[in-house]
């Protein structure tokens, strides 16, 4: 008889501790790859038992003992019974109870707060080494540090999940083939992957921040986990702006969390949020770290230019009282720095706000026309919106239908179509 709150605790487990655990595994074993290995059989053997003989009372420490035994078996089969191998055996106790049991397994060292955090910044930073390509670097940091399957990944990417997939493989076997250790780089090394590490960083809160499929708007434990993350970096890095940019931005975008839902979960969105649920604490921490950004100079990044525009929005009494001139050459600036569609998107939703829909429209084809965002459901959702404010239903209803066919979070879909039979 099995007990199917048994899988459901496995997967917020993972959701939780997955980076702790693969960063865990990575110190002891000193090889990047095994240890993911090792964490993936590690959850495979918890579906099987858990449902079967119930949740241990510390589900992380028994993940992570298991994974250390697969360590063992795979040295092992390797003939590799070196000093490695031999202080797995002493620590772990060949006479000792196994791992798989729905027993206690404390592991209390390897849960120390301070080397969690070391373990998981070593993990993020080994995942975005130079020898990969940059799109591999987030892809598998998202993967290993974010806990996001590869259908998540593709979706914040806008590619395939074949791609996706393989961009992992190939990225785990060069990391191998080049002997990557497991650490925190320093000097000019860390400067240099500092840039890949933030994007990962910024796409898992995004994926958190608004779920890319699945029932939920807002996933709160990628989100979270982003935003701590984003805190460790910032102590670990503290004379670098964009760092404080990235946690400035990740702050004011969480600080309107509590008001982005309604009581069953449904999205509210911007323009009929109760700012007053909207978290004063994180608007302050936001403020701060962006105010933190601007005081150490050389200009604010991509991360700090997007912080600017969510200050914006949080120290706007309504949405007809937003600064949204200032919105606009934000933006603009923004899509110097770093040219993106979905920025020339925003900035046309700004523009719509300031000078009429009309204008942005004119954004808007042009990204269509570029044959941009194909497969986003949001070019044809803001392309409806400004098409029904120009009194356009017939050809709103029709970009509507189309974002409704491309959204795949359940929240949103409902949203747009409610949109839809508005117009009616």
Same mark, same amino acid.
């Given at each position: ?12 487990v ?6 702790r ?13 095994l240890?993911?290995?090792?964490a ?8 099987v038992t ?5 949740v ?26 070196d ?10 106790g060949?006479g000792?109870?196994f ?9 209390a ?22 020898v ?13 540090v ?28 060069t ?20 840039g ?6 910024y ?5 958190g ?5 699945g ?15 984003? #805190?460790?970096? /910032?102590? &670990?890095?503290?004379? %670098?702006?964009e760092v404080? @940019? *990235?946690l +400035?931005?990740?702050?004011?975008? !969480? ?18 949020q ?10 302050? #921490?936001?403020r /701060?770290? &962006?105010?933190?950004? %601007?005081?150490?100079?050389r @200009? *604010?990044g +991509?991360?700090?230019?997007?912080? !600017? ?15 949204w ?10 899509g110097k ?5 979905v ?7 700004a ?6 829909p ?7 084809d ?16 803001v392309?409806?919106e400004?098409?029904?404010?120009m ?34």
């Amino acid at each position: 008889m099995t007990d199917p709150t048994g899988r459901k605790a496995v997967a917020a487990v993972w959701r939780i501790e997955s980076a702790r655990i693969v960063g865990a595994l990575a110190r002891y074993t000193g090889d990047f790859a095994l240890a993911e290995d090792l964490a993936q059989e590690a959850l495979a053997e918890a579906l099987v038992t858990w449902p079967r003989e119930g949740v241990p009372r510390n589900p992380a420490g028994w993940l992570l003992t298991v994974g250390r035994r697969r360590a063992i078996d795979a040295f092992r089969r390797r003939s590799a019974l070196d000093d490695r191998y031999a202080a797995f055996a002493r620590e772990l106790g060949e006479g000792g109870a196994f791992a798989g049991s729905a027993q206690d397994s404390d592991d209390a060292e390897l849960w120390d707060p301070d080397r969690i955090d070391d373990d998981v910044l070593a993990l993020m930073f080994t995942s975005c080494h130079p020898v990969l390509s940059r799109e591999a670097r987030v892809a598998l940091t998202l993967r290993v540090v974010g806990g996001l399957t590869s259908d998540e990944i593709a979706k914040a990417f806008l590619v395939p999940t074949a791609t996706v997939q393989a961009r992992i493989t190939r990225a785990k076997k060069t990391l191998g083939a080049a002997g990557v250790p497991f650490e925190v780089p320093t000097g000019e090394e860390r400067t240099a992957r500092l840039g890949s590490v933030l994007s990962a960083i910024y796409v898992i809160f995004t994926e958190g921040s608004t779920a890319s499929s699945g029932d939920d708007l807002i996933r709160f434990d990628l989100a979270g986990e982003a935003q701590r993350l984003a #805190r460790v970096l /910032a102590r &670990l890095v503290p004379d %670098e702006p964009e760092v404080h @940019g *990235l946690l +400035a931005l990740l702050e004011l975008t !969480a600080a309107r969390f509590p008001a982005r839902t309604g009581p069953d979960g449904e999205p509210v969105l911007l323009e009929h949020q109760d700012r007053s649920r909207w978290d004063r604490a994180a608007i302050r #921490r936001g403020r /701060a770290a &962006l105010a933190r950004a %601007e005081k150490i100079g050389r @200009g *604010l990044g +991509a991360h700090g230019l997007q912080a !600017a525009i969510a200050e914006c929005h949080s120290i706007a009494p309504s949405v007809d009282e937003t600064n949204w001139a200032r919105i606009v050459l934000l933006y603009e600036a923004l899509g110097k720095l770093g040219p993106s569609p979905v920025v020339d998107l925003n900035r046309a939703v700004a523009v719509s706000m300031a000078d009429g829909p009309a204008a942005a429209l004119e954004i808007v084809d042009g990204l269509v026309a570029a044959g941009t965002l194909a497969h986003s459901h949001l070019l044809p959702t803001v392309r409806g919106e400004l098409l029904a404010r120009m009194n356009r239903p017939a050809e709103a209803r029709t970009e509507f239908e189309a974002a409704i066919r491309l959204c795949a979070n359940e929240r949103e879909r409902a949203v747009l179509t409610r949109k839809l039979a508005d117009l009616s």
